[in-house]
């Protein structure tokens, strides 16, 4: 398996009120004998243009809320993924987290257990509704490691074609909120646009933080980024197409409502619709979705045998593009100026600008840490150094926006491009449950070779400081108890490790093994190298980003709500590995197998077997294509009891996007530079923030900041 920490960066999820008041509004669309998903059939057939077809979005719900509904087999799904939720790292505390999380309290196990009841009582109208009442619970835990691909919840997405950008004017006011075509409007006729101040009736900003609540970042700043475009996302893509490249105001999986209704500063006002685009459709019924995409193949209550084919033909309309395995030869990014090199799928980016401000600046761009081709992202990283040495470039600047993770070793061997004499340090303990003991107790008596490639190997763990191992699983398992969670003992990967050309990290790291350290030099002192996020880094945009800020680099953090003060630079997720439930079942196989042959696991083992942990996908009573969780929570170097995503920490600057920003990246990086090299402006409140890292000044947050005001208040 790849050690990985890619967050998915779009979540579906439908919150059931919204599901429920969108049925209630649905104009009916049937005719007398075909039902929504049949009209949509009928439509298709007779459709004859080159593009999709273009449905009202509440046909699409329609269709979606006809699907039908089996108690039973949904309870035997809610009973095999609870076991499967049980190896998330951190449910205790995501039902009560410390202080300096941003983001609301969960219970998920609850909201499971209420689901099942509710399952288990027939009450839900439909897949597509118990589906959604799913990913709402996955949801709340804003989290991109967890989550879950269910056959409902991805066939459609909802979309408008009016995106909105929020720009400031100079970089430092207060953004406002613009059509994009708007937006380009005021540069040449600033005195006939206006600004939306107001969706639906609701003022504008607090309308797109409901809105941006559908992405799963677990900061409200990166969160309201993922509102709108940005050209980050649109170098994701395979073949020009990325799921959020309009934003989620204007492509989302949650229903939003039929319409939406912009009111304008002068007054006035426009109606966008909202439409699904169909680009395949071959179901005559609800019931016809349902089987054919909800039922698992082979199984036996499927009226009609599923050709194999369905399963692997796109089975949308537009979905949520999955991470895409063949991206090869992608055309240069729009909206930045000439790359000097990079990686054929725009993974890494590297230029060499010679205007001013950045005449001695080197930029890499790098939007994901998942490069198709291993080898060309270590040499366009790795040559992007020794260039700008060679040209003179004084100054670096690493544009990581967008960049939701992707391979460990990634992150880990571009840290040590900049930094070759230092450590990589890591610091980890999963959640210490029965399902984990027990795997990780099957795994150990596997002969070294096989067990050292699962993440729940004591053998190929060590303390952090990398001098000692473990002596037993018993002692990396633990449990020690903090925070009210059982985890286990604080581990890392043994580094040497990465020597081993089959021990799979998906990327060799400078300095290790059969790497030469290259280079060999420190070119650029920490104060001179600056990373640009929007907010949305997760997993190993996070670990990366954490072992230049431990070398004292800064920060700078683009966009965010329309307020002053400071902005995290990392808001997504910053546990150390998301798991797949494909990855268990590959790591459990080879042992079950064993079990049988050479008496490894005695039958009372193969008993909890089936208690604590799942079966295979294969096995469960729908189709799910993946149901990942983050694994491992990761912890600094100062406190090895609170993980990572748990603790606030401000960029060292932040400014808002201008409509140069969004049109010319390079203006971006040069308000970046400004900003962070020379006497540009911050915007107002947003330096020497907590957890920055000349935090001086300490941030209060929802709840905290209610009780600090109320008890200011009552001092006077
Ligand atoms: C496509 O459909 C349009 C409108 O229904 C019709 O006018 C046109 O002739 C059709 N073209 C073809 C090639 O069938
Ligand atoms: C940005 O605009 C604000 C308001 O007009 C002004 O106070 C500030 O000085 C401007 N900043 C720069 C760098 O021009
Ligand atoms: C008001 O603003 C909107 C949005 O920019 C614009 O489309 C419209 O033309 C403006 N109306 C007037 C009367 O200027
Ligand atoms: C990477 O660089 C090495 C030299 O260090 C070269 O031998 C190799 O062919 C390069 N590979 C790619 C894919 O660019
Ligand atoms: C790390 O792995 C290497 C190679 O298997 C081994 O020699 C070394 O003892 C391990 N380190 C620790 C601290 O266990
Ligand atoms: C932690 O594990 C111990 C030993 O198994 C157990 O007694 C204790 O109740 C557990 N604590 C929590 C919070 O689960
Ligand atoms: C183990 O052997 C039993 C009895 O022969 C068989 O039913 C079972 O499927 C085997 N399990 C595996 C994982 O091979
Ligand atoms: C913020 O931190 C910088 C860097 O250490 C320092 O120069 C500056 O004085 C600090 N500003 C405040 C207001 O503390």
């Known amino acids: 398996m790849r050690f990985r920490t890619d967050a998915l960066l779009a979540t579906a999820l439908l919150t059931a009120t919204q599901a429920t008041q969108a049925t209630a509004n649905i104009i009916s669309h049937r005719s007398d004998s075909l039902d929504a998903c049949g009209q949509i059939n009928q439509r298709f057939k007779n459709y004859n243009g080159s593009t999709a077809l273009e449905i009202p979005g509440e046909l699409g719900l329609e269709c979606l809320h006809s699907m039908p509904f089996e108690s039973e087999r949904a309870v035997k799904f809610v009973k095999e993924y609870r076991k499967w939720l049980l190896f998330q790292s951190d449910l205790e505390l995501l039902k009560n987290p410390p202080a300096g999380y941003q983001?609301?309290?969960?219970?998920?196990?609850?909201?499971?257990?209420?689901?099942?009841?509710?399952?288990?009582?027939?009450?839900?109208?439909?897949?597509?509704?118990?589906?959604?009442?799913?990913?709402?619970?996955?949801?709340?835990?804003?989290?991109?490691?967890?989550?879950?691909?269910?056959?409902?919840?991805?066939?459609?997405?909802?979309?408008?074609?009016?995106?909105?950008?929020?720009?400031?004017?100079?970089?430092?006011?207060?953004?406002?909120?613009?059509?994009?075509?708007?937006?380009?409007?005021?540069?040449?006729?600033?005195?006939?646009?206006?600004?939306?101040?107001?969706?639906?009736?609701?003022?504008?900003?607090?309308?797109?933080?409901?809105?941006?609540?559908?992405?799963?970042?677990?900061?409200?700043?990166?969160?309201?980024?993922?509102?709108?475009?940005?050209?980050?996302?649109?170098?994701?893509?395979?073949?020009?197409?990325?799921?959020?490249?309009?934003?989620?105001?204007?492509?989302?999986?949650?229903?939003?409502?039929?319409?939406?209704?912009?009111?304008?500063?002068?007054?006035?006002?426009?109606?966008?619709?909202?439409?699904?685009?169909?680009?395949?459709?071959e179901w005559k019924s609800g019931k016809d979705l349902y089987e054919a995409l909800c039922l698992p193949l082979g199984s036996t209550s499927s009226k009609r045998s599923v050709k194999a084919s369905s399963k692997v033909t796109p089975k949308i309309v537009d979905k949520l593009a999955p991470k895409i395995s063949k991206r090869s030869q992608v055309p240069a990014p729009k909206g930045y100026p000439k790359p000097s090199s990079r990686t054929s799928d725009n993974s890494a980016l590297t230029f060499f600008p010679e205007d001013s401000p950045l005449e001695d600046t080197a930029v890499l761009a790098i939007p994901n840490f998942e490069p198709e081709d291993i080898?060309?992202?270590?040499?366009?990283?790795?040559?992007?150094?020794?260039?700008?040495?060679?040209?003179?470039?004084?100054?670096?600047?690493?544009?990581?926006?967008?960049?939701?993770?992707?391979?460990?070793?990634?992150?880990?061997?571009?840290?040590?491009?900049?930094?070759?004499?230092?450590?990589?340090?890591?610091?980890?303990?999963?959640?210490?449950?029965?399902?984990?003991?027990?795997?990780?107790?099957?795994?150990?008596?596997?002969?070294?070779?096989?067990?050292?490639?699962?993440?729940?190997?004591?053998?190929?763990?060590?303390?952090?400081?990398?001098?000692?191992?473990?002596?037993?699983?018993?002692?990396?398992?633990?449990?020690?108890?903090?925070l009210g969670m059982n985890s286990s003992s604080l581990f890392a990967v043994n580094l040497t490790l990465l020597s081993y050309p089959d021990y799979n990290y998906g990327m060799p790291v400078s300095g290790y093994g059969e790497m030469p350290l290259d280079p060999k030099t420190q070119y650029f002192d920490p104060e001179d190298i600056i990373l640009i996020t929007d907010g949305i880094c997760a997993s190993t945009c996070t670990i990366f980003t954490e072992l230049m800020k431990g070398q004292g680099v800064r920060t700078i953090a683009f966009g965010g709500r329309p307020q002053v003060g400071p902005m995290q630079g990392m808001g997504g997720i910053k546990g150390s590995m998301v798991y797949d439930i494909s990855d268990l079942a590959s790591d459990l196989k080879q042992a079950k197998e064993l079990a049988n042959s050479s008496a490894l696991l005695s039958d009372e083992d193969l008993e909890k077997w089936d208690k604590y942990v799942p079966t295979p996908l294969d096995d469960w009573s729908y189709t799910v294509d993946s149901a990942r969780v983050n694994i491992i929570n990761a912890f600094g170097p100062t406190n090895d009891h609170v993980p990572r995503q748990y603790i606030y920490e401000a960029a060292e600057c932040r400014r808002f996007f201008t409509y140069d920003n969004f049109l010319q990246q390079e203006t971006l990086w040069q308000d970046a530079a400004n900003a962070m090299f020379h006497d540009g402006e911050c915007v107002e409140g947003s330096t020497n923030a907590t957890g920055s890292l000349y935090a001086t000044q300490t941030k209060y947050s929802g709840r905290q900041k209610l009780l600090a005001m109320i008890l200011e208040h009552t001092r006077e």
Request: proline share 4%; charged share 20%.
């Open 103 to 281: 983001m609301p309290p969960t219970d998920l196990i609850g909201i499971l257990d209420n689901i099942e009841k509710k399952a288990a009582d027939n009450d839900y109208k439909s897949q597509y509704e118990f589906d959604s009442a799913i990913q709402k619970m996955l949801a709340s835990a804003f989290d991109g490691h967890l989550n879950i691909q269910l056959c409902s919840s991805t066939i459609m997405v909802f979309s408008n074609n009016v995106p909105l950008i929020s720009i400031s004017t100079n970089g430092t006011t207060i953004p406002e909120v613009y059509t994009i075509t708007d937006a380009k409007g005021l540069q040449t006729h600033k005195d006939k646009v206006s600004p939306i101040v107001s969706i639906n009736g609701e003022d504008v900003e607090s309308y797109l933080g409901k809105i941006s609540l559908g992405d799963n970042s677990q900061d409200y700043d990166a969160l309201y980024n993922a509102v709108f475009p940005s050209n980050p996302y649109s170098l994701d893509v395979d073949g020009g197409y990325s799921f959020k490249e309009l934003g989620l105001f204007s492509e989302s999986q949650v229903w939003t409502g039929a319409y939406h209704t912009l009111h304008f500063a002068n007054g006035s006002s426009q109606v966008v619709d909202t439409v699904v685009n169909v680009k395949h459709w």
């Open 375 to 482: 080898e060309s992202f270590y040499n366009v990283t790795r040559d992007f150094v020794k260039t700008a040495a060679k040209k003179n470039k004084k100054k670096v600047i690493i544009d990581l926006q967008g960049n939701g993770g992707g391979i460990i070793a990634a992150g880990w061997n571009t840290f040590r491009l900049f930094f070759p004499d230092q450590p990589l340090y890591s610091a980890n303990r999963f959640r210490a449950t029965e399902g984990v003991n027990f795997m990780g107790e099957a795994l150990s008596r596997l002969p070294v070779k096989d067990e050292e490639g699962s993440i729940l190997s004591w053998k190929g763990s060590v303390k952090p400081d990398q001098k000692e191992g473990f002596d037993s699983w018993g002692d990396l398992f633990g449990p020690n108890e903090f």
